[in-house]
């Protein structure tokens, strides 16, 4: 038995996810498990090619195959998606540090603005005795 302590290649896990119908197959997985032919049935590609992304999605540890009779059945593993999530956080965080100024510089310049104008309004109103 291997042991339980499984590292994934955060490389195969974004090689895996850089195609377009791969990850419309992990989309798919979501909704839970289903053989090879009715993934297949779903993409307007050849079952060959479709037996190809679920191959290397299987290489990157992203699903799961086990027989079912005559069916090979893929489900969903999440767990590489970690490395994946892991290393989006830091761009979360860029993120959200510059929409946070972005929103100050806003706020700033418009309080500027706002404190020019009005010290820009001239005074309308006269006085009763000068009419």
Do not use: C
């Amino acid at each position: 038995m291997r042991h339980r302590s499984v590292t994934y290649s955060s490389e195969q896990t974004f090689q895996a996810l850089a195609d377009p119908t791969r990850r419309a197959v992990l989309d798919l997985l979501r909704r839970g498990s289903q053989p090879a032919g009715e993934i297949a049935q779903a993409f307007p590609v050849s079952r060959p090619a479709i037996s190809k992304h679920l191959r290397l999605l299987r290489r990157a540890h992203l699903v799961h195959e086990h027989r079912q009779g005559r069916h090979r059945v893929y489900h969903l593993n999440p767990e590489p998606l970690r490395a994946v999530d892991s290393w989006l956080d830091q761009y979360r965080d860029f993120w959200k540090m510059s929409l946070t100024n972005l929103k100050s510089f806003v706020e700033a310049e418009y309080a500027q603005e706002t404190k020019q104008a009005h010290a820009a309004k001239p005074n309308t109103k006269t006085p009763k005795g000068n009419r």
